[in-house]
């Protein structure tokens, strides 16, 4: 039987880095939780020690996967106060000038991951955060088109080689994949020339100074986008779903995959969570609160909900997001509230 004192147990076996003595003994350990074979551990460190931190997690993970009866284990390692730790990758590939690099997954198409992604870089320009948008779906870019920026991106000479020069329209820096593929031209991707490109691709942009940058990843949760979360230096990932989405497990995959690769999980957003059709009758057309329910059941912050506007839609059909178009309506009021979560935990 899982108890907080098995658990508690097994975590003494967890010594802190450089130390003899353990984890519990150090009074770390603030919290320790099981349930149906998941066991859920808070653990707060009093240095900001990001390698310490990975080092602490990967240890209690080990030795709690090792109790009998457990499946799940979900490891939460706080830093002392202050903005949250950069992974040691993070630390080591630093793009030069950018302060915070954030992705924006989705466990498939269609549930509105781009929406988010525009609407949140307009939100965090409008609190006076210095934003960069970097579109990395490569199947159908259409981050270009809602943010109404056309035309190819210019080249230009740095120390470091030819580099391009983002665009820019509604105060966010925009550099996409869509910009550098010819206009209606189906593309024909093939694995190896994926990631390739995409490595090039992010590497050589001439961003300037930004304090975030956020990375929409193509549609899903495969190896692609695994393989994409291990080449950008991230220090952080957002997860877009539906509440349906949310119920169907996909959220899980979205999370597996930033664990695997020690990317922390900002949260979970769940999209088109409700509609409310012109006599004010709210319709769950997908149910609702999947997403909320899931970001419970995985220990992961839940960021908030987004319902279904028109306006969300026709921002992003006319290049004018419904951030910068209506910034005190509704719709823009959902999206700056997450941005403002997201501020708040990373710069
Ligand atoms: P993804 O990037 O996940 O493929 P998109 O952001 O392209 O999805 O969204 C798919 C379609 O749904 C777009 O036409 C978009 O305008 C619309 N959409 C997304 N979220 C909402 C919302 N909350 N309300 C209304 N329409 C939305």
Redesign the pocket.
Known sequence: MLTEASILEALKSVKYPGYSRDIVSFGLVKHAAAANGGVSVVIELTSPNAEMAAQIKAECERALRALPGVSTVHVDVKAAAGAAPRSAFAQQHQIPGITRVVAVA?G???????????NLACALAQLGVRVGLLDC?IY?P?IPL?MGVHGRPGVTDTPQGERLLPLENHGVKLMSMGFLLDGDQPVIWRGPMIMKTIQQFVNQVAWGELDMLLV?LP?GTGDAQLSLCQTVPLDGGVI?TTPQEASLGVVRKGIAMFRKVNVPILGIVE??SYFTAPGGERIEIFGHGGGAAEAARQNVTFLGE?????E??E???EGLPVTVSNAKGA?AQCFAKIAAILREKLL
């Open positions: 989705s498939k198409g269609g549930v509105g991951k781009s929406t988010c992604s525009v779906d159908g259409s809602m929409d549609p877009v999209n088109m987004i319902p279904i506007f028109t969300i839609r921002g992003g059909d719709p």
